[in-house]
């Protein structure tokens, strides 16, 4: 079982920047690849960033490609998305999700491989 928290969300303004957190319980945090998701209201949740398991590979949605950065820390069971030059359309709940996986330079992009999921961090980028 993995437990997933998440921090760092809030009010920016539009260029601003945020530093999302999510804490993962358990041993084994490097078995995980992570992911980072969201939703907006009124829309399907949506994949942004994947990193494999021990960080060799990285994936980003077209949209945030060059804005935001994803990385993790293994030795501190976390992993982290830094977003930069934030947009209106940024705004939504930001979660993050573990999905066990063997092969280490593998990185998850849909949903329903994810095996764990945090309750979610707000942001909110104001125009």
């Known amino acids: 079982q993995v437990q997933l928290v998440e921090s760092g969300g809030g009010l920016v303004q539009a260029g601003g920047s945020l530093r999302l957190s999510c804490a993962a319980s358990?041993?084994?945090?490097?078995?995980?690849?992570m992911g980072w998701f969201r939703q907006a209201p009124g829309k399907e949740r949506e994949f942004v960033a994947s990193i494999s398991r021990i960080g060799g590979r990285t994936f980003y949605v077209d949209s945030v490609k060059g804005r935001f950065t994803i990385s993790r820390d293994n030795a501190k069971n976390t992993v982290y998305l830094q977003m930069d030059s934030l947009k209106p359309e940024d705004t939504a709940v930001y979660s993050c999700a573990a999905a066990f996986e063997r092969n280490i330079l593998v990185v998850v992009t849909t949903q329903d491989r994810y095996d764990y999921w945090g309750q979610g961090t707000q942001v909110t980028v104001s125009s």
């Open positions: 358990g041993r084994t945090f490097s078995s995980y690849v």
